[in-house]
């Protein structure tokens, strides 16, 4: 069976309004949820951005889905912060939380006013950051002093179980360096043979846990409908890594934006008016080694696709298997 997930994205939906979708969500089938985690969103047309770790418990509460969080602990958050967050979640709700941890974008991390490093450097961080996180969560009094600094720090509320902690990434290297601490792994759609090399590349350095991928997607009664959505609030994902990790502003990728046609689009979003056609989409991601799919309709209008997408593709998607 393969989980089929809702994605809630906070860059695009006010955050009370995406708490009726998600419940929705729940309603119309789907088994799980994930949001993201931005301090801006991706383009200024966008034009939210709430706080996801303060969303997330009135989502976990208002549901009874299990919910995972896309974030980047190392510049913004201070590991010891996100391991409180995190303990205090799955203990309010236990088994239903995970999250995915990555080494961030920049638009979201510059407010610091620390540098941005590069790559490799965060990469390095990052392990750093799941080493104390997962002390932390173990119970630890934790002292560090490396790229990230810690000094005698202890999360007195714990749950029973420890939460999973995944992996969020992109190419094979990511995911073959994640597979020496991730409890599973999270990736976005792409090609079909760069995605089996990704889930390859994880499993043969002997990564463990279930493999996600975010989709983005756009539907709509007419096959012009859907691209114009995806052309007005999705034209972002034309900006690939490792671009898309280095710009600073939601104006910059409007501006590195601004000529893409309508039909752009296609390449970054699974656009069609008819759910069938994503279904066979959705199912090749199965095929290629997927456990759970995340369905992220990038309008902001999520009423309708909930419903379609309850009815005519979610039970089917459930329903296949590798």
């Not at 955050?15 to 729940?26: G, H, I, S, T, Y």
Request: glycine share 8%; net charge negative; with cysteine.
């Amino acid at each position: 069976m393969t989980v089929v997930g809702f994605h809630a994205s906070h860059e695009q939906i006010p955050p009370q309004q995406l708490l009726r979708d998600v419940q929705r969500a729940e309603e119309a089938g789907f088994d799980a949820a994930m949001c993201s985690d931005h301090l801006a969103p991706w383009g200024v047309r966008q034009g939210e951005s709430g706080h996801a770790w303060t969303w997330l418990g009135a989502a976990l509460q208002a549901t009874r889905l299990p919910f995972g969080v896309v974030t980047a602990p190392g510049q913004r958050y201070h590991p010891a912060v996100i391991a409180q967050a995190i303990a205090t979640l799955e203990s309010m709700f236990p088994g239903r939380f995970w999250a995915a941890f990555g080494s961030g974008e920049a638009m979201n991390e510059h407010v610091t006013g620390d540098p941005w490093p590069p790559k490799e450097e965060r990469d390095a961080r990052l392990l750093e950051v799941v080493d104390v996180t997962r002390r932390l969560l173990a119970g630890e009094e934790v002292t560090h002093d490396g790229r990230i600094r810690v000094d005698r720090a202890r999360v007195w509320s714990l749950p029973a179980v420890p939460p999973t902690l995944v992996a969020a990434a992109v190419g094979e290297e990511t995911a073959r360096e994640a597979a020496t601490w991730a409890d599973g792994l999270i990736t976005v759609d792409q090609d079909r043979e760069a995605l089996r090399r990704v889930f390859g590349a994880y499993r043969e350095a002997g990564g463990r846990g279930p493999l996600a991928v975010q989709v983005h997607l756009s539907w709509a009664p007419s096959r012009d409908e859907a691209l114009a959505i995806a052309h007005d609030q999705w034209r972002n994902g034309l900006v690939q890594p490792p671009d898309s990790w280095e710009l600073a502003f939601p104006e910059q990728f409007d501006a590195r934006t601004a000529d893409a046609a309508p039909e752009d689009l296609t390449r970054a979003v699974q656009v069609s008016a008819n759910p069938a056609e994503h279904l066979a989409r959705l199912l090749e991601l199965v095929e290629a080694g997927a456990d759970r799919v995340f369905l992220h309709h990038v309008g902001t209008e999520q009423a309708a696709f909930i419903d379609a997408f309850g009815e005519r593709v979610v039970p089917e998607l459930r329903g296949a298997a590798r």
